[in-house]
């Protein structure tokens, strides 16, 4: 069995700055992920000025494309707003890659299935054992699955698909905002052009009577 002092399951940006950091604190960190990196992210690629800065990242010096603009349009509930710059996009593919692979930790693709706490230590299926755990999995997390189920039960809406899709850019970045249940993110993308990323939500109690929106994504959700 594998013993380490920090398990941190999930890879994205979340499970690999939380390993950065455990690292420069001098801890042995392993991060378990079900998926080998680079992997596909869908993502509208939107990341602002206080994401680089927490991140130390030097954009000069980022081995993959990026695209900073001075404002972003933003569209909620029929009202718009500009939002100032410097924004900046990025492809989730090569961004999340570049961190985990720079963040100083071992990587190990593993699928969790089985955590068990044994007295001050955790249990990952039969293979590591580990101090400290952090659940950086997201929606399907299995740390919060396994010991945060009951304590913190997720939210009752539920995504039911991503698309993101690039096309040659018309007009400047866009951020559309949370339409019932319908969101949609567009910005600018380095060479391509122009990012789309929709998220279709199962709507709420609340929201079922406010539109066809909602009737289109309970729709989506039986096919």
Same mark, same amino acid.
């Given at each position: 069995?594998?013993?380490?002092? =920090? #398990?941190?399951?999930?890879?994205?940006?979340?499970?690999?700055?939380?390993?950065?950091?455990?690292?420069?604190?001098?801890?042995?960190?392993? %991060?378990?992920?079900?998926?080998?990196?680079?992997?596909?992210?869908?993502?509208?690629?939107? #990341?602002?000025?206080?994401?680089?800065?927490?991140?130390?990242?030097?954009?000069?010096?980022?081995?993959?494309? %990026?695209?900073?603009?001075?404002?972003?349009?933003?569209?909620?509930?029929?009202?718009? +707003?500009?939002?100032?710059?410097?924004?900046?996009?990025?492809?989730?593919?090569?961004?999340?890659? +570049?961190?985990?692979?720079?963040?100083?930790?071992? %990587?190990?693709?593993?699928?969790?299935?089985?955590?068990?706490?044994?007295?001050?230590?955790?249990?990952?299926?039969?293979?590591?054992?580990?101090?400290?755990?952090?659940?950086?999995?997201?929606?399907?997390?299995?740390?919060?699955?396994?010991?945060?189920?009951?304590?913190?039960?997720?939210?009752?809406?539920?995504?039911?698909?991503?698309?993101?899709?690039?096309?040659? $850019?018309?007009?400047?970045?866009?951020?559309?905002?949370? $339409?019932?249940?319908?969101?949609?993110?567009? %910005?600018?993308?380095?060479?391509?052009? $122009?990012?789309?990323?929709?998220? #279709?939500?199962?709507?709420?109690? =609340?929201?079922?009577?406010?539109? #066809?929106?909602?009737?289109? =994504?309970?729709?989506?959700?039986?096919?």
């Amino acid at each position: 069995m594998r013993r380490v002092d =920090a #398990i941190v399951v999930g890879g994205g940006p979340a499970g690999s700055t939380c390993a950065w950091k455990l690292r420069q604190a001098g801890l042995d960190v392993v %991060v378990l992920d079900k998926t080998a990196f680079p992997r596909l992210k869908l993502c509208a690629g939107w #990341i602002t000025p206080e994401v680089v800065a927490d991140l130390g990242l030097d954009l000069q010096r980022y081995p993959h494309g %990026v695209m900073s603009f001075d404002t972003i349009v933003a569209h909620v509930w029929g009202l718009s +707003f500009n939002m100032p710059g410097p924004q900046h996009s990025i492809r989730r593919v090569e961004f999340d890659d +570049f961190l985990l692979r720079t963040s100083g930790a071992e %990587v190990v693709t593993h699928r969790v299935r089985e955590i068990e706490h044994d007295g001050d230590a955790y249990r990952i299926d039969g293979r590591f054992r580990c101090r400290y755990l952090v659940g950086a999995g997201g929606t399907r997390c299995p740390v919060q699955r396994s010991l945060f189920r009951e304590r913190a039960p997720r939210d009752k809406s539920l995504q039911a698909g991503t698309l993101e899709h690039e096309f040659p $850019q018309v007009g400047g970045p866009t951020c559309l905002g949370r $339409q019932h249940a319908l969101h949609e993110v567009r %910005v600018p993308r380095q060479p391509h052009g $122009q990012c789309v990323a929709t998220t #279709i939500q199962r709507p709420t109690d =609340a929201e079922r009577p406010l539109g #066809i929106a909602n009737v289109g =994504a309970e729709r989506a959700l039986r096919r």
